[in-house]
C-alpha cells in the first residue's frame, strides 16, 4: 500500500503563488511516476502535471504552461507542485496521486494511478 499526505494549499490572492508538497509512504511506493489532478464540486478530476519516476519527464496542462512547475524527491519520497501567477480559475481542490514501479514515462489520466491523497484546498481570490 502507498499513503500519500499533501500539503501547502491556502487562500491566496491572484497573481500569488503557493507550493503544494506530497509526501509518499509504504513500502511499495518504489519512487513510481506521480501526478497532479484538481477538481471542481460538479467537474471531473483533471491533470494539472505529472512527472516521470527519475524526474526528467514532465507533463503539464495547457492551462499551468509556463506558471506551474513539478518536482520531485526520490530520497524524501516526496512530489512538488511550485504554483505561480495564480488565477481565481485556479481554484479548486488538488489531489496528489501515485503509481508504483519505476517508469521513464509520465502518466495523464487518472485511470493509471492506483493511489490518491485526500486533497488539499487552493483557493485564489482578491
Known amino acids: 500500500q502507498v499513503q500519500l499526505v499533501e500539503s501547502g494549499g491556502g487562500l491566496v490572492q491572484p497573481g500569488g503563488s503557493l507550493r503544494l508538497s506530497c509526501a509518499a509512504s509504504?513500502?511499495?511506493?518504489?519512487?513510481?511516476?506521480m501526478g497532479w489532478f484538481r477538481q471542481v464540486p460538479g467537474n471531473e478530476r483533471e491533470v494539472v502535471s505529472a512527472?516521470?519516476?527519475?524526474?526528467?519527464?514532465?507533463y503539464y496542462a495547457d492551462s499551468v504552461k509556463g506558471r506551474f512547475t513539478i518536482s520531485r524527491d526520490n530520497a524524501k519520497k516526496a512530489v512538488y507542485l511550485q504554483m505561480n501567477s495564480l488565477e481565481p480559475e485556479d481554484t479548486a481542490l488538488y489531489y496528489c496521486?501515485?503509481?508504483?514501479?519505476?517508469?521513464?514515462?509520465?502518466?495523464?489520466?487518472?485511470?493509471?494511478?492506483?493511489?490518491w491523497g485526500q486533497g488539499t484546498q487552493v483557493t485564489v481570490s482578491s
Open positions: 512527472i516521470s519516476s527519475s524526474g526528467d519527464r514532465q
Open positions: 509504504g513500502r511499495t511506493f518504489s519512487s513510481g511516476p
Open positions: 496521486a501515485a503509481r508504483t514501479g519505476w517508469s521513464g514515462d509520465y502518466y495523464r489520466t487518472r485511470t493509471a494511478y492506483a493511489y
